[in-house]
T-cell receptor
């Protein structure tokens, strides 16, 4: 069964304290892995798509990496405005329509 | 501005009273989808539509109906809502429905409470 697991559920960091969020996935052939940011009371906002192991994408203080079993979202020197829930999702090769989401990591950055 | 809109944003209703949540996108996207989000369960797909007049079930379709008569609109219908349908609902759209992935745009969400 296709599955996405994110860890930790919640993470509290001090401003400037770098860390990583994990997304482990089990899927029958990966078509793509996606990261979204979700602020309270809002819809998810697209961040990255990764397609193959070894691929990396960067955006400001965020960097996403992909292996055959998991993806990491690295946050370098975070600021309070990076506080949000980060969602990981995968699309299997067998399905053009189905995107499976993890339950997210709630990130809080203290000033 | 490119966007997905949903209405209403908040709704409190009673068991059994039919309701419709509207969703509209102005990006000429082929693919549209409905999700519900519950604590600890993440986003789960309810229904999706690959194009006009083409809809299919997602992971949790029971108790919901959809229709896609126009490309821009994809309403979610709850014919007889029950308390277990209390949730946060998101509509989303993306450019193509073929075997490729494009960025998915989400609406702002509809918080539904069924008493």
């Amino acid at each position: 069964e296709d599955q996405v697991t994110q860890s930790p559920e919640a993470l509290r960091l001090q401003e400037g304290e770098s860390s990583s969020l994990n997304c482990s996935y089990t899927v029958s052939g990966l078509r793509g892995l996606f990261w979204y940011r979700q602020d309270p009371g809002k819809g998810p906002e697209f961040l990255f798509t990764l397609y193959s192991a070894g691929e990396e994408k960067e955006k400001e203080r965020l960097k996403a990496t992909l292996t055959k079993k998991e993806s990491f979202l690295h946050i370098t020197a975070p600021k309070p405005e990076d506080s949000a829930t980060y969602l990981c999702a995968v699309q299997a090769e067998s399905s053009a329509s189905k995107i499976i989401f993890g339950s997210g990591t709630r990130l809080s950055i203290r000033p | 501005e490119a966007q997905v809109t949903q209405n209403p944003r908040y709704l409190i209703t009673v068991t059994g009273k039919k309701l419709t949540v509207t969703c509209s996108q102005n990006m000429n996207h082929e693919y549209m989808s409905w999700y519900r989000q519950d604590p600890g369960l993440g986003l789960r797909q309810i229904y999706y539509s690959m194009n006009v007049e083409v809809t299919d079930k997602g992971d949790v379709p029971e108790g919901y109906k959809v229709s896609r008569k126009e490309k821009r609109n994809f309403p979610l219908i709850l014919e007889s809502p029950s308390p277990n349908q209390t949730s946060l609902y998101f509509c989303a759209s993306r450019l193509t429905s073929a075997f490729s992935y494009n960025e998915q745009f989400f609406g702002p969400g509809t918080r539904l409470t069924v008493l």
